[in-house]
């Protein structure tokens, strides 16, 4: 004689069998015992477990479990490399600006031809001096009195310094995180 498997113990015990399959399961149990008391049993189960609340793992156990169960993959040189890649290219972008911001205070009477990093640092410290001369014009306008006129070459390294970490950060956020999830 055939016994019911535990999943159709389940099955019925949720109540979850089609009509056709029911019938032919409620046969079965009208003339075994075994089923019965192992349908009953499971009843009982649920039942009970219904009463009871849920109680909430804490984390440490929950991560012991889980590292026991499916440990953490370790990280493949490559991983970590791209993973920091925004941090070196950020570190380069700063590196960069600094050295230029040092370099082009120097005198040191030899002419160099512009590369296209300076040409564009240049520019922006074009635009960005032409743009505080404005508001200073303006200002003076506005309020009447003559306000301090802006310091060039200082402001200009903070300025290009924020706007590298601008540019690091934006790097860092959005182009290189797509990266990474592309190839991981």
Request: glycine share 4%; charged share 20%; hydrophobic share 45%.
């Amino acid at each position: 004689m055939n016994h019911l498997s535990a999943y159709e113990v389940l099955q019925i015990v949720d109540e979850a069998l089609a009509n056709g399959e029911r019938s032919k399961i409620v046969a079965h149990l009208e003339s075994c015992q075994r089923c019965r008391r192992e349908v009953e049993l499971q009843r009982i189960l649920r039942g009970t477990a219904g009463r009871f609340p849920l109680v909430n793992s804490s984390e440490e156990l929950r991560d012991k479990i889980l590292s026991i169960v499916a440990p953490p993959p370790k990280k493949k040189l490559l991983q970590v490399f791209l993973n920091n890649l925004g941090n070196v290219l950020a570190m380069a972008l700063v590196l960069a600006v600094v050295w230029f911001a040092a370099s082009s205070t120097g005198s040191s009477g030899v002419t160099r031809e512009p590369t296209m990093f300076s040409t564009a640092v240049k520019t922006y410290i074009d635009f960005y001096s032409r743009a505080a001369t404005f508001v200073h014009e303006k200002k003076t306008q506005l309020v009447g009195e003559q306000a301090k006129a802006p310091q060039q070459q200082n402001d200009s390294v903070v300025y290009l310094t924020l706007l590298s970490l601008g540019i690091l950060a934006a790097l860092d956020r959005f182009v290189l995180r797509k990266i990474v999830r592309a190839r991981v």
